[in-house]
C-alpha cells in the first residue's frame, strides 16, 4: 500500500505546551538584504524574528551592524533604531493545522543606510545575536546566530542582494509531504541559484549583543547525528531544495523543532556576486489527519503498493475493506480501464472487474469530518485459469478399473470422487462399476499455483455385459456308484470359462466339468467374453447325505403367543418334509414353516428322496410373559419434575416423550407441561414383553395480581404506599428494610428510589410462583446539558438537556418544538433560553446560552482577463484565512492577493473563514487570453561591457515549447544555435568573435493553442 497525504481544512489543535517547553525562547531566524540607491549609498534592511509568547529578550534598540572590507578589516558599526515590529501570519503549509492562541512570533525590521568608502572595494554586513530556542532538536549547543550580506564593489556591480518573498510555516506535519516555495526576487534580475546549507553560530550568554560583531568567516552550528546541512529533519526523504526555482520538499519523520538554512546566490552574466543566507526554525509536529489502510500482502518495497486480493478470470467480484481511521467518508477509485464510472462513496463497496487477466489498481481516499484526506493504493491482481489437458472418452469392460490422467495445475479433484482410489491425484485409478451400461461422466477440477481451477470432462462407455450362466441346481448321493453319485455342470455365454472351489469337480476350466461335492456346496464360473470382458454365475449341486443334521437346533425357546421359524438343511427340490404333530404351525409339509405353540411342543420332521428318509426331533420352550408395572397415579406442579418408577423386567422402555429425561431406564424423570400418560415396555430375564402405563396429573401454578393502591403509579420521594397481592392462600415478601411486613397480602412500602418488590405466592395444590411490582419514586430535579453554544448564523445546534419527565423552553424564538429535551434552534441572534425541567413532584430550570456569530463577506473581486503569461495579482477580500480553489497556477492559495498564472480561462472560487470558523464564498472568471508574443533586439554590441552584450529573446508570450534558434552569418553558416528560451549569443562562433555585420535568425516555436510559429529576422553585430 502507498500513502500520499493530502489537506484541504483547518483541523488540528497542537499542544504546544506539552511540544515546546516554557523555555524555548529568543531567536527565531533572520536575514539581511541591501538595496543599491545611487553612487555608492545602500540601503540595508535587518529582518530579525523572535519569540515573543515565551521570548525573555526584546528587540534590539539599537541593533549593531558590523561592516568588513573584504580583508575582513574593521570599517565602522551601523547603529538601527526604533525597529518596526509586526507579528508574523506565516503561510501554513498545511491547511489542516490550526496555530493555537499561544504562538507569537514577531519580526523585528531595522532600516538604515550605508555608504561605501571605497567603491572598488566589497564589504560584508554582520548582525550577531544571542540566543536560539534551547529546544532545538538538530543542533549541539544553540546559543546564537549570525546573519551576514556582502556588498560587492560598487564600482563594477551596484548590485542590490535578491529578497525572499514569503516567510517560511512555522508548522508543518509530520508524515505529510512539505512544499514551499521559498523563492526570492532579484532587483537586478540576476540569476539566482537554492542550496541548503549550514547557518551560523553568533553571540552567547557571555557576550549577547557582540559590538562590534565578529569579523568572517564565521562558525557554523555543528548538526547533532544523524541531522545534517543536507538533511536537517533527519527524515528517509530528506528535505530538498530546487535549484533553479527554490521549492523547498520533503516529508519529515519525526516531530520536534529544528533549524534549517537556505542560501540564494545571484549570477550576473555568469559572474557570482554574492550569497544570501536566510535561517529559520521548522516546528514539526503530529496532525489530526485520517489514515488511509488498504489491506494488503506482498508490499513493494520501492512502491510501498501491495496485493490487496488475487482472483482468478471467472469470479472477478471484488468486495473491497479497509481498516482507514479517523475518517467520516470515502472515496474508492477501482481502476477498471474499461469505464470511467469505476468510483463509489460506501464504506465497503463490491465492484465488478472485467473478465480479463491483469492488474488493476485501486485507490481509497479517506476523507475526516474537516476535509483533510489521505489516500492508499493497492493491487487487484486476476490471473487467467489453467489449460486442462485430459485423457480422451474409452470404453472398457463392466465393473473393471482404468488409469486416467489430467495435467496443467498442481491440485487435482476427480467427480464422481467415489469411483476413484484417490480423487486428488493427476492420475488416479477409476472404478466406475457398470451404470446399467450407460456411459458415466467423469469431471476433473485443476487448481493452478495461483489457486486458479478450470474443468474437463470425459465419457466412459461399457462393452456388454457377458450372458453366463451357470445351469439349473441340481444335487447327488452319498454312496458311490449308486443311483446318482454324481453330476455333470454345463456353463454357456463366454469362450472361457473357470469353476471355483476346485473341490469335487474333474476341470475347473471347461465348460461343462464332473461334480461330486463333499457336501452342499455352491459353484461359482467367471466367463470370459470376446471383449475379454467377464461375468459370474453360480449353481448348487446339494449333497444328499442321512448322517447330517437336518434341524439346526435341538431346543428352541418362544415367549407365549410369539412364532419362530426354525433353519432346516435345504435337500434340493427332490426331497419331501412332514411335521408332526401337524398343529399350531402354518404348514406341516413345508420345509421351514412358521411355529406358534401355547405350550412347550416336541416336533418331528421326517424328509424323503430318492437317497434316503429321516427323522430329526426340535423342542419348542414357550415362556409366559412378565408382570410390567408403570407406578401409580401422581401429580405434579407445571414446570417441576417427577421421577417414574417401574418393575417386573431387567430392561425397560418408554414410549417416546420429550417430557422424559431417558426412555431405557426403569426410573426417568419427567416434566410435563400438562397431565400426561406414559407407556412402559418390559422385558424379563427370558426375552418376554409386556406393558403398563402411569398417568401424571399436572396442577397449574397461581395467578397472582400485584399491584399498588395509589392511583398515580408512582409517589413522590419521601412518601409511602401499600402493597397488595391476591390469587393464592399463602404470600411470602422478599426482604426489605423499606417493607413493614414481610408476610400476608399486603404490606407498606416506604422506598427511597424506584424499586421492584417480589412475593412468592401459593395456592391450594402448594405450587408456587413469583410476581412483582414497581414503586416508581420521582426524585428532585438534577438538570444536566451544555450551557453555552457557539454559531454561525444560518446554521443551527440541537442542544439536550436531561433531568426530567417534561421540559419547557422559553422563549420558543427560533425552536423547532418548545417542550422536548432537544429542539433543533435556528437562531437569528444570540439569545438565552430558560428550559424548565420538572416530573409529576419537583420542578428545576438550566439557562442556555446561544452565541450567534455574523459570516465573513467573502468578495474575490471582479472577473478579470489576461494574455497567457502575463500573471494576474486576484484581490480577494472579507476574512481572516483564506483559500483559492483551483490552487494550481496560484503562487499562494493561502493569501488574498495570490498571483495567478493559468494557461486556460479558469474560475477561482473563494473561501473565507472568520475568527469564529464562520464560512463565506464568491468566484470570478480569469479569462484567458491567447497573443503570441516574441520579441528579440534589432541589434547587440558584445564587447564586455555589461551592456548589451548578448542577443537573445528579451519576452514571449504563449510559447509552450521551442522548436528552434539558429543566427546565420552572410555566407548561410550556422554561428548560433539555442535550445531554451533562455539561450542568447554572445557574438563568438569556434571560439572566435564575429565581424559587424547583418546576421539572419530564425526562431520557430510552439504555442499553447498547439499551433507551429516562425519568426525571422535581421540583428546587426555592432563593436
Known amino acids: ?68 572590507d573584504d580583508n575582513n578589516n574593521f570599517v565602522s558599526s551601523l547603529s538601527f533604531s526604533n525597529p518596526i515590529v509586526s507579528a508574523v501570519n506565516p503561510p501554513i503549509n498545511n491547511p489542516c493545522l490550526i496555530i493555537p492562541p499561544n504562538i507569537c512570533v514577531e519580526e523585528g525590521r531595522y532600516v538604515g543606510s550605508f555608504t561605501a568608502p571605497n567603491p572598488n572595494m566589497g564589504y560584508h554586513l554582520v548582525y550577531q545575536r544571542c540566543c536560539r530556542n534551547n529546544t532545538i532538536s538538530n543542533i549541539n549547543l544553540p546559543v546564537g546566530a549570525t546573519y551576514n550580506a556582502y556588498i560587492p564593489p560598487t564600482s563594477v556591480y551596484a548590485n542590490s542582494n535578491p529578497v525572499f518573498n514569503i516567510f517560511p510555516p512555522l508548522f508543518i506535519c509530520v508524515n505529510a509531504p512539505l512544499v514551499f516555495n521559498h523563492s526570492a526576487t532579484d532587483p537586478d534580475g540576476d540569476s539566482l541559484v537554492y542550496e541548503l546549507c549550514t547557518p551560523f553560530q553568533g553571540g552567547d550568554t557571555m557576550n549577547p549583543v557582540p559590538n562590534p560583531p565578529a569579523p568572517p568567516p564565521f562558525p557554523n552550528v555543528v548538526f547533532q547525528p544523524p541531522f545534517t546541512q543536507n538533511n536537517p529533519l533527519g527524515s528517509t526523504v530528506p528535505l530538498a531544495i530546487n535549484i533553479n526555482s527554490g521549492v523547498l520538499t520533503g516529508t519529515p519523520d519525526f516531530t520536534g523543532q529544528f533549524v534549517v538554512g537556505v542560501c540564494v546566490s545571484e549570477y550576473r552574466n555568469g559572474v557570482f556576486l554574492s550569497q544570501t543566507i536566510r535561517d529559520f526554525q521548522f516546528n514539526v509536529t503530529t496532525c489530526n489527519i485520517p489514515t488511509a489502510n488498504i489491506p494488503s500482502t506482498n508490499i513493494d518495497p520501492n512502491t510501498q503498493i501491495g496485493d490487496f486480493i488475487e482472483l482468478c478470470e471467472d469470479n472477478t467480484t471484488v468486495k473491497f475493506n479497509h481498516q482507514s481511521s479517523g475518517a467520516v467518508s470515502y472515496e474508492w477509485h477501482f481502476g477498471d480501464p474499461t469505464t470511467t464510472a469505476d468510483v463509489s462513496t460506501l464504506q465497503s463497496p463490491t465492484w465488478d472487474y472485467p473478465l480479463v487477466p491483469g492488474n488493476y489498481l485501486v485507490t481509497l481516499i479517506a476523507i475526516n469530518d ?196 426354525l433353519v432346516v438343511l435345504d435337500q434340493g427340490t427332490i426331497t419331501s418334509y412332514s411335521w408332526s404333530p401337524n398343529f399350531m404351525l402354518s404348514d406341516p409339509n413345508e420345509r421351514e414353516p412358521i411355529f406358534y405353540p401355547n405350550t412347550t ?227 437569528q441572534a444570540s439569545i438565552v433560553y430558560r428550559v424548565y425541567i420538572s416530573n409529576d413532584c419537583f420542578r428545576d430550570s438550566l439557562d442556555i446560552d446561544v452565541k450567534v456569530r455574523e459570516l465573513p463577506d467573502a468578495d474575490a473581486g471582479p472577473s478579470m482577463s489576461t494574455f497567457r503569461g502575463i500573471p494576474v495579482t486576484l484581490n480577494g477580500s472579507g476574512g481572516g484565512d483564506y483559500l483559492w480553489t483551483p490552487a494550481e497556477d496560484l503562487d499562494d492559495p493561502l493569501i488574498a492577493n495570490p498571483t495567478a498564472s493559468p494557461l486556460w480561462t479558469t474560475t477561482y472560487s473563494l ?35 555589461g551592456m548589451n552584450d548578448y542577443f537573445g529573446i528579451l519576452q514571449h508570450l504563449n510559447v509552450e515549447k521551442l522548436l528552434e534558434f539558429k543566427v546565420f552569418n552572410r555566407w548561410g553558416e550556422v554561428v548560433f544555435e539555442g535550445f531554451d528560451m533562455d539561450d542568447e549569443w554572445n557574438g563568438r562562433y569556434k571560439g572566435k568573435d564575429q565581424e559587424m555585420g547583418t546576421y539572419i535568425f530564425l526562431v520557430r516555436y510552439r504555442n499553447f493553442d498547439g499551433d507551429i510559429l516562425v519568426e525571422r529576422g535581421n540583428v546587426t553585430l555592432l563593436r
Not at 493504493?377 to 489430467?406: E, G, K, M, W, Y
Not at 452319498?478 to 469362450?495: H, I, K, M
Not at 470558523?917 to 534589432?938: E, H, R, W, Y
Open 1 to 68: 500500500m502507498v500513502k500520499v497525504l493530502k489537506y484541504s481544512f483547518i483541523i488540528a489543535f497542537l499542544l504546544l505546551f506539552e511540544i515546546f517547553p516554557a523555555n524555548a525562547t529568543h531567536i527565531v531566524g533572520g536575514v539581511v538584504n541591501y538595496r543599491h540607491v545611487s553612487g555608492n549609498t545602500y540601503t540595508i534592511t535587518l529582518r530579525v524574528y523572535r519569540d515573543c509568547f515565551f521570548g525573555q529578550a526584546p528587540f534590539d534598540n539599537p541593533a549593531i551592524i558590523g561592516v568588513y
Open 370 to 565: 474537516v476535509g483533510c484526506v489521505d489516500t492508499a493504493r493497492a493491487n487487484v491482481i486476476v490471473h487467467p485459469l489453467p489449460n486442462v489437458s485430459l485423457t480422451n472418452d474409452t470404453t472398457i469392460c463392466p465393473n473393471s478399473q482404468i488409469q486416467l490422467s489430467a495435467s496443467g495445475g498442481v491440485k487435482y479433484q476427480w467427480s464422481p470422487a467415489n469411483l476413484f482410489s484417490d480423487p486428488k491425484l493427476p492420475n488416479p485409478i477409476a472404478s466406475p462399476g457398470f451404470n446399467n451400461g450407460n456411459p458415466v461422466k467423469i469431471d476433473v477440477f485443476v487448481t493452478d499455483v495461483n489457486g486458479c481451477t478450470s474443468s474437463d470432462s470425459m465419457f466412459i462407455d461399457f462393452h456388454p455385459l457377458p450372458d453366463i450362466d451357470a445351469g439349473m441346481d441340481t444335487s447327488v448321493c452319498l454312496e458311490p456308484n449308486s443311483f446318482r453319485d454324481s453330476v455333470q455342470l454345463q456353463a454357456t455365454g463366454g469362450v472361457s470359462y473357470t469353476w471355483t472351489p476346485l473341490s469335487g469337480l474333474n476341470d475347473s476350466t471347461v465348460s461343462n466339468p464332473i461334480a461330486r461335492p463333499p457336501t452342499n456346496m455352491t459353484y461359482h464360473v467367471t466367463g470370459v467374453d470376446l471383449n475379454g470382458c467377464s461375468a459370474s454365475d453360480s449353481v448348487l449341486v446339494y449333497f444328499l447325505d442321512p448322517k447330517l443334521d437336518i434341524i439346526s437346533v435341538e431346543i428352541e425357546e418362544i415367549c407365549i403367543n410369539d412364532s419362530t421359524q
Open 601 to 827: 411342543t416336541d416336533y418331528i420332521l421326517t424328509i424323503s428322496n430318492y437317497c434316503y428318509v429321516k427323522d430329526d426331533t426340535v423342542e419348542i420352550i414357550v415362556h409366559p410373559l412378565p408382570l410390567a408395572n408403570a407406578g401409580n397415579l401422581d401429580s405434579v406442579c407445571i414446570g417441576d419434575t417427577i421421577q417414574l418408577n417401574a418393575s417386573g423386567g431387567i430392561m425397560y422402555s418408554w414410549q417416546y416423550s420429550p417430557s422424559l429425561s431417558d426412555t431405557s431406564i426403569a426410573n426417568p424423570f419427567a416434566f410435563p407441561t400438562d397431565t400426561s400418560k406414559y407407556y412402559i415396555t418390559v422385558t424379563d430375564i427370558n426375552g418376554c414383553i409386556a406393558s403398563d402405563s402411569v398417568t401424571v396429573l399436572v396442577h397449574q401454578l397461581p395467578t397472582p395480581n400485584t399491584y399498588t393502591d395509589d392511583p398515580r403509579k408512582y409517589i413522590c420521594f419521601g412518601q409511602s404506599v401499600i402493597l397488595r397481592s391476591e390469587g393464592g392462600v399463602q404470600y411470602n415478601w422478599n426482604f426489605s428494610e423499606t417493607l413493614t411486613t414481610l408476610f400476608g397480602d399486603s404490606t407498606i412500602a416506604t422506598p427511597l428510589d424506584t424499586t421492584m418488590y417480589i412475593v412468592k405466592v401459593t395456592n391450594k395444590h402448594s405450587c408456587k410462583v413469583k410476581d412483582s411490582v414497581v414503586v416508581n419514586v420521582q426524585k428532585p430535579i438534577t438538570p444536566k446539558g451544555d450551557s453555552l453554544f457557539d454559531i454561525c448564523v444560518g446554521l443551527n445546534i440541537t442542544p439536550t438537556v436531561t433531568g426530567g419527565l417534561y421540559y419547557q423552553w422559553t422563549p420558543s424564538d427560533y425552536l423547532s418544538f418548545s417542550n422536548i429535551p432537544n429542539p433543533i434552534i435556528t437562531p
Open 911 to 945: 473561501r473565507v473563514t472568520n475568527e469564529y470558523g464562520c464560512v463565506d464564498f464568491d468566484s470570478l472568471i480569469l479569462t484567458v487570453n491567447s497573443k503570441d508574443l516574441l520579441l528579440v533586439p534589432t541589434g547587440f554590441t558584445p564587447d564586455g561591457d
